[in-house]
């Protein structure tokens, strides 16, 4: 069973920084395109940031310059740094993989969601 488990939610003042982690567990064979989407209240889910197998990066316009998204591999984990936030940067973010298991196919996987609040 392959489970992404998220952190580092929260409460921030805007202008402040928060960073997200999502650890993948299970027996994994490889993790392909991973990152982030975000949902605000009464609005569609949408793609906040995703990073492919090799480093590429894929922003939303409306983060890019202020989140930074990494991977690090070895611990089947990605991170995104978020700085400069504003209050329209308050939604649930979950976290995104193409994993292949050992001796299985390529599925997506989807976190539980962890809330990210921007307010004073």
């Known amino acids: 069973q392959v489970q992404l488990v998220e952190s580092g939610g929260g409460l921030v003042q805007p202008g402040g920084s928060l960073r997200l982690s999502c650890a993948a567990s299970?027996?994994?064979?490889?993790?392909?395109?991973t990152g982030w989407y975000r949902q605000a209240p009464g609005k569609e889910r949408e793609l906040a940031a995703v990073?492919?197998?090799?480093?590429?990066?894929n922003y939303a316009a409306s983060v890019k310059g202020r989140f930074d998204i990494s991977r690090e591999n070895l611990k089947n984990t990605v991170y995104l740094q978020m700085n400069s936030l504003k209050p329209e940067d308050t939604a649930v973010y979950y976290c995104?993989?193409?994993?292949?298991?050992?001796?299985?196919?390529?599925?997506?996987?989807w976190g539980q969601g962890t809330q990210v609040t921007v307010s004073s």
């Open positions: 990073i492919t197998s090799g480093g590429s990066t």
């Open positions: 299970g027996i994994i064979s490889s993790i392909y395109t």
């Open positions: 995104y993989a193409q994993i292949r298991r050992v001796l299985g196919n390529v599925r997506d996987y």
